[in-house]
């Protein structure tokens, strides 16, 4: 049996373009609640674990007590970036894998590896989508 075919008028072509593109930008971006939840972390945890782990030493950190560090990059903002280190997609998991052992992200990176376990770097990642 044949499939039916339609035929949409010619005017109608640049809304159905506007609704695919719209449809589109809908499924691929991701709000920072959205991915702060898919971290499975705390972000009130990870504030204090910034604090432990002193990662104001080398960055400035918005709402992070002494964290107004200039070596590393400013986190101020983190949540709306796209990337992590400039070429790492800005997304929950890769977010984390990057807190635990960056240099296995990035051969050549200053950032050392701090040690964190999998949880502690699911709580960082939730502080940091927070920053906006």
Aim: charged fraction near 20%.
């Amino acid at each position: 049996m044949p499939l039916p075919s339609f035929r949409l008028p010619i005017r109608a072509a640049p809304s159905l373009a506007l609704l695919a593109l719209l449809a589109l930008l809908a499924a691929c971006s991701g709000t920072q609640p959205d991915k702060q939840k898919a971290t499975r972390g705390d972000p009130d945890t990870g504030r204090q674990l910034v604090a432990q782990y002193q990662c104001g030493a080398c960055h400035k950190i918005p709402e992070a007590r002494g964290a107004g560090g200039e070596v590393g990059p400013t986190l101020e903002g983190f949540g709306k970036l796209s990337y992590i280190a400039g070429r790492i997609p800005n997304q929950p998991d890769r977010l984390v894998a990057w807190l635990i052992d960056p240099p296995a992200l990035k051969p050549g990176t200053a950032m050392p590896a701090m040690g964190l376990t999998e949880q502690e770097a699911r709580h960082i990642a939730a502080f940091l989508y927070t920053l906006e």
